[in-house]
């Protein structure tokens, strides 16, 4: 006898579902994302080598960049090793059910082509920020390309299983987390005294409001049609807790504490903190109307109570937590 695997049917819903979307995706791509063509590009931020001046403007830059703390600087490599690590996202996203059901990266399916638009983008980040910090002088960049490479070799696991409606939520929560992420730093950048890297993150906190708002209406989609399963993904991936793209930096290495390190820097800074998670969490109940939805099975007017209180609950932890007092720093000379 044939040993298979028991037919899933959560799971096979789901992938119906996100087919029946692959559209409206589509239309994202091409109104959503932009043309390589008219897109910025990191060269757009950067001083070129061309120029006679050119180590004038070197050291104009980092003149510039003098004056930010070490702290922010840490917390800025960090966020560029996690943009560094593109080839796990587009890889993870290409394993989710229904998501790429040809295994062909030359598919025309607007899924498929929303996978590499996307991912094209997200590639321009890690290069930009790579590049400035490299500029400053002031990053041990042997140490961050050790990271970078360690965090690739390791993988990516986000928790959402292969489930694409799980992997939305992910999406949506995670996209709008680094916007806040670089905007905040943008912010301290340029109290710092540096207002190109202000620039650079804020233009770069642009992209991903807008990969925000694509993932954002796909899962407003999904709802939609189904919002009992809709819901449910949402429950289940609240539970399971976002995990940070870049947990698996250290990981096997000789500092493996570097991604908390880290962590506890851009808490400490106000980059991105316990307030922030919260405030995600309100800003998608809120989104996707929660609280309002009616019809619901008995599993998702469960999940449905979890959910409209559980932006309180993380405010009053967030309320609790107390930046770590010490920090230590990573990638600097
Ligand atoms: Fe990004
Ligand atoms: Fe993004």
């Given at each position: 006898m044939k040993n298979s695997k028991p037919i899933n049917y959560e799971l096979e819903k789901n992938m119906e579902v996100i087919s029946q979307l692959d559209?409206?995706?589509?239309?994202?791509?091409?109104?959503?994302?932009?043309?390589?063509?008219?897109?910025?590009?990191?060269?757009?931020?950067?001083?070129?080598?061309?120029?006679?001046?050119?180590?004038?403007?070197?050291?104009?830059?980092?003149?510039?960049?003098?004056?930010?703390?070490?702290?922010?600087?840490?917390?800025?490599?960090?966020?560029?090793?996690?943009?560094?690590?593109?080839?796990?996202?587009?890889?993870?996203?290409?394993?989710?059910?229904?998501?790429?059901?040809?295994?062909?990266?030359?598919?025309?399916?607007?899924?498929?082509?929303?996978?590499k638009a996307w991912t094209a983008e997200e590639n321009r980040h890690g290069d930009l920020l790579n590049k400035y910090l490299y500029m400053t002088g002031r990053v041990d960049m042997k140490a961050v390309e050790i990271t970078i490479h360690r965090l690739l070799t390791n993988g990516f696991d986000p928790k959402s299983e292969s489930d694409p409606y799980q992997a939305m939520i992910y999406t949506s929560f995670q996209e709008r987390a680094t916007k806040v992420s670089h905007v905040n730093t943008g912010k301290l950048a340029d109290k710092a005294g540096d207002p190109v890297l202000a620039r650079i993150c804020k233009t770069i906190a642009g992209d991903e409001a807008r990969h925000e708002k694509a993932y954002k209406s796909f899962?407003?989609?999904?709802?939609?049609?189904?919002?009992?399963?809709?819901?449910?993904a949402f429950e289940k991936m609240m539970k399971k807790q976002i995990v940070m793209p870049a947990v698996l930096m250290g990981e096997g290495g000789p500092n493996p504490s570097i991604y908390t390190r880290f962590?506890?820097?851009?808490?400490?800074?106000?980059?991105?903190?316990?307030?922030?998670?919260?405030?995600?969490?309100?800003?998608?109940?809120?989104?996707?109307?929660?609280?309002?939805?009616?019809?619901?099975?008995?599993?998702?007017?469960?999940?449905?109570?979890?959910?409209?209180?559980?932006?309180?609950?993380?405010?009053?932890?967030?309320?609790?937590?107390?930046?770590?007092?010490?920090?230590?720093l990573a990638w600097l000379k």
């Open positions: 559209d409206l995706v589509g239309d994202a791509v091409d109104n959503i994302l932009v043309d390589p063509e008219t897109c910025w590009q990191p060269s757009d931020f950067l001083p070129e080598f061309g120029n006679p001046d050119i180590h004038d403007e070197i050291k104009l830059l980092q003149k510039r960049a003098e004056g930010i703390p070490d702290t922010v600087l840490t917390s800025l490599v960090g966020n560029m090793i996690t943009e560094e690590a593109l080839p796990s996202y587009q890889t993870y996203f290409n394993l989710l059910e229904g998501i790429n059901e040809e295994r062909s990266l030359v598919s025309p399916s607007g899924w498929v082509r929303w996978s899962m407003s989609k999904i709802f939609e049609i189904d919002p009992n399963g809709a819901i449910l962590s506890e820097i851009t808490q400490k800074v106000g980059i991105y903190t316990g307030w922030d998670y919260a405030k995600i969490i309100d800003h998608l109940v809120n989104l996707w109307k929660i609280e309002s939805l009616t019809g619901l099975n008995d599993a998702a007017s469960k999940a449905q109570i979890y959910l409209s209180k559980l932006a309180d609950r993380y405010m009053r932890v967030a309320d609790r937590m107390k930046a770590p007092e010490e920090v230590q």
